[in-house]
């Protein structure tokens, strides 16, 4: 599975759009890049993925660069819910994948 | 409501005893997973298992072992020799549908506190 790198922490004013880099310089071509979050003491929680497209749901959109070397992942109105660590991961669609969780971004919401 | 459900939230346990962790989904995912995760670090797979009665190792299974006798439990027991046991131990399930995407759900976690 390709690696990610990502800030480490972030800070987001309340009502902002929150915009979250992830760089996979390494992804192949058949994997995928997935989004999750961690709220304190909780499951990491399924945000959304992509495999070259933009992509938009009810909880965020997912930017993806037309080399696939990088992606970011927007909150369009953050509120303080959405304080969590942000985990972006690259993971092929085949064989017995598993998720391998890095350190993420602390994303902070300011009130 | 479908979801994953482990229990107990907290465990506290004397070193040297073993002890098991539940993991219950009733969403009819043939794929479960366990996840340790430490203090400011990510998760780390510990044992997962595609099918009934049958699961393999992950990066950390060292100290652990499991079983899946069931389409809907995957119950994980950290041993004695496992050297580090406290941790916040996180179960996962998803639903294999061929080679279309997924995503994994998880359980709320249960932290382990060994003493």
């Known amino acids: 599975d390709a690696k990610t790198t990502q800030p480490t922490s972030m800070d987001c004013a309340e009502g902002r759009a929150a915009n979250l880099p992830c760089n996979h310089s390494t992804i192949s071509g058949n994997e995928y890049v997935y989004w999750y979050r961690q709220i304190h003491s909780q499951g990491p929680q399924y945000i959304i993925h992509?495999?070259?497209n933009n992509e938009t749901n009810e909880m965020a959109s997912l930017i993806i660069t037309e080399d696939r070397k990088s992606s970011t992942l927007i909150l369009p109105h953050a509120t303080l819910r959405d304080t969590a660590v942000y985990y972006c991961i690259v993971i092929s669609n085949f064989g017995n994948e598993k998720l391998t969780f890095g350190t993420g971004t602390r994303l902070t919401i300011i009130p | 409501d479908g979801g994953i459900t482990q229990s107990p939230k907290y465990l506290f346990r004397k070193e040297g005893q073993n002890v098991t962790l539940s993991c219950e989904q009733n969403l009819n995912h043939d794929a479960m997973y366990w996840y340790r995760q430490d203090p400011g670090q990510g998760l780390r797979l510990i044992y997962y298992s595609q099918i009934v009665n049958d699961f393999q190792k992950g990066d950390i299974a060292e100290g652990y072992s499991v079983s899946r006798e069931k389409k809907e439990s995957f119950p994980l027991t950290v041993t004695s020799a496992q050297k580090n046991p406290t941790a916040f131990y996180l179960c996962?399930?998803?639903?294999?549908?061929?080679?279309?995407?997924?995503?994994?759900?998880f359980g709320p976690g249960t932290r382990l506190t060994v003493t």
């Open positions: 992509g495999l070259k």
């Open positions: 996962a399930s998803k639903r294999d549908i061929g080679t279309s995407p997924y995503e994994q759900y």
